[in-house]
Antibody, heavy 123, light 107 residues
Framework: EVQLLQSGGLLGQPAGPVKVSCAAS????????MAWVRQTPGKGLEWIST????????YYADSLRGRFTISRDTSNNTVHLQIWSLRAEDTGIYYC????????????????WGPGTLVTVSS | SYVLTQPPSVSVAPGQTATITCGAN??????VHWYQQKPGQAPVLVVNDDSDRPSGIPERFSGSISRNTATLTIASIEAVDEADYYC???????????FGTGTKVSV
């Protein structure tokens, strides 16, 4: 069974950094891309970033490029999202999701999702 | 940027059919996926690749696509189907994943 476990709620200072993590199990981690999607209060889903299964290719939303860094650690099957220069509008729930398998193209859906991590930006 | 436009809300009586549209230029050339999100929960994939249903998704969920419009249909709708629904595509030209604006379905 695919499982994606996420870290608990995080508090970040305006202009500071925060790192969100997701631990995967139940599938061959290196064979799947992983993604981050967020949902800010009262808003819809917003794709942030995807990293390929081998970790050699990363994609970022044009509107968010520059303040987010995605990474993955195959030694412990985790994927991370580093957010830099936090802003109040970054407050929201951050979901990790399983993306496309290495033997398919990027058009595959996000077929499994983590429970989400609430990131709060406040001084 | 590429925008997927959905109606903000749809209201349907129990047992009737809900139709949710997702409109965008030339969407029929893309693979469209649909997600259901209930309050306080993570999204769940209910239709992939325009019209396929993942394992465990009830048969009352179906998808279709036509010129400039993808459609999610929920037949014989039940109270448990009350949720927000989002369409989603991958744009290879811009290397971007795009979500629709979302539709709140009330039963």
């Amino acid at each position: 069974e695919v499982q994606l476990l996420q870290s608990g709620g995080l508090l970040g200072q305006p202009a500071g950094p925060v790192k969100v993590s997701c631990a995967a199990s139940g599938f061959d981690f290196r064979s799947y891309a992983m993604a981050w999607v967020r949902q800010t209060p009262g808003k819809g889903l917003e794709w942030i970033s995807t990293i390929s299964g081998r970790g050699d290719v990363s994609y970022y939303a044009d509107s968010l490029r520059g303040r987010f860094t995605i990474s993955r650690d195959t030694s412990n099957n985790t994927v991370h999202l580093q957010i830099w220069s936090l802003r109040a509008e970054d407050t929201g729930i951050y979901y990790c999701a399983r993306g496309f398998p290495t033997w398919f193209g990027e058009a595959r859906p996000f077929d499994s999702w983590g429970p989400g991590t609430l990131v709060t930006v406040s001084s | 940027s590429y925008v997927l436009t959905q109606p903000p809300s749809v209201s349907v009586a129990p047992g009737q059919t809900a139709t949710i549209t997702c409109g965008a230029n030339n969407i029929e050339s893309l693979s469209v996926h649909w997600y259901q999100q209930k309050p306080g929960q993570a999204p769940v994939l209910v239709v992939n690749d325009d019209s396929d249903r993942p394992s465990g998704i009830p048969e009352r969920f179906s998808g279709s696509i036509s010129r400039n419009t993808a459609t999610l249909t929920i037949a014989s709708i039940e109270a448990v189907d009350e949720a927000d629904y989002y369409c989603q595509v991958w744009r290879s030209d811009s290397r971007q994943y795009v979500f629709g604006t979302g539709t709140k379905v009330s039963v």
